[in-house]
């Protein structure tokens, strides 16, 4: 079985940091590209930053593209985003996902999906 | 970047009923590569419809997808008590970034 789950959510001032993990498991994590996808309060779903499956090629939604960090372990089944110069509207809940296809090209969507980390940036 | 916008906004059903939800793509959506999400309160999306008809792995087959183009639509046969959520639209057929539609909530009439 497939599961996903996300840590390292919590409440942070603007302009502060913040590290996601998603550990993944019952899948060869290797082989997959992965998604972070995100969930404002009473909102619809955003896509936020994807990473390829060797961990060499990363992609960013304009909305954090600078701020906002992919990366993978392959050895560790793990996967990160680290939050940095977090602002009030990127209060949300963060979610992993497993990709099929490529979303370097607009061509991915999402089998499996973890329960998600709470972020809220608030002074 | 394509705009999907989904109607109607609430659909009030009965267990028993027949659903029809609809996406609307701002542009022609390439290879129907379309997917519809379930989603519960408090819970991940599941996702239901790949290919803008293809059920995704374990999905009832009351459960189907439909459309090409700029039109999409969910139908669920003859809804069941757990069928009642918010259901969202994504489409990834064209240059990145991949977008979602802002959801239909169904809710029990």
């Known amino acids: 079985e497939v599961q996903l789950v996300e840590s390292g959510g919590g409440s942070v001032q603007p302009g502060g940091s913040l590290r996601l993990s998603c550990a993944a498991s019952?899948?060869?994590?290797?082989?997959?590209?992965m998604s972070w996808v995100r969930q404002a309060p009473g909102k619809g779903l955003e896509w936020v930053s994807a990473?390829?499956?060797?961990?060499?090629?990363?992609y960013y939604a304009d909305s954090v593209k600078g701020r906002f960090t992919i990366s993978r372990d392959n050895s560790k089944n793990t996967l990160y985003l680290q939050m940095n110069s977090l602002r009030a509207e990127d209060t949300a809940v963060y979610y992993c996902?497993?990709?099929?296809?490529?979303?370097?090209?607009?061509?991915?969507?999402?089998?499996?999906w973890g329960q998600g980390t709470q972020v809220t940036v608030s002074s | 970047e394509i705009v999907l916008t989904q109607s109607p906004g609430t659909l009030s059903l009965s267990p028993g009923e027949r659903a029809t939800l609809s996406c609307r793509a701002s542009?022609?959506?390439?290879?129907?590569?379309l997917a519809w999400y379930q989603q519960k309160p408090g819970q991940a999306p599941r996702l239901l419809i790949y290919?803008?008809?293809s059920r995704a792995t374990g999905i009832p087959d009351r459960f189907s997808g439909s459309g090409s183009g700029t039109d999409f639509t969910l139908t669920i046969s003859r809804l069941e008590p757990e069928d009642f959520a918010v259901y969202y639209c994504?489409?990834?057929?064209?240059?990145?970034?991949?977008?979602f539609g802002q959801g239909t909530r169904l809710e029990i009439k």
């Open positions: 996902a497993r990709q099929l296809g490529y979303c370097s090209e607009g061509s991915c969507y999402f089998d499996n």
């Open positions: 019952g899948f060869t994590f290797s082989s997959y590209g």
């Open positions: 990473v390829s499956s060797s961990g060499g090629a990363t």
């Open positions: 542009q022609s959506v390439s290879s129907r590569s």
């Open positions: 290919d803008a008809s």
């Open positions: 994504q489409q990834y057929g064209n240059s990145p970034p991949i977008t």
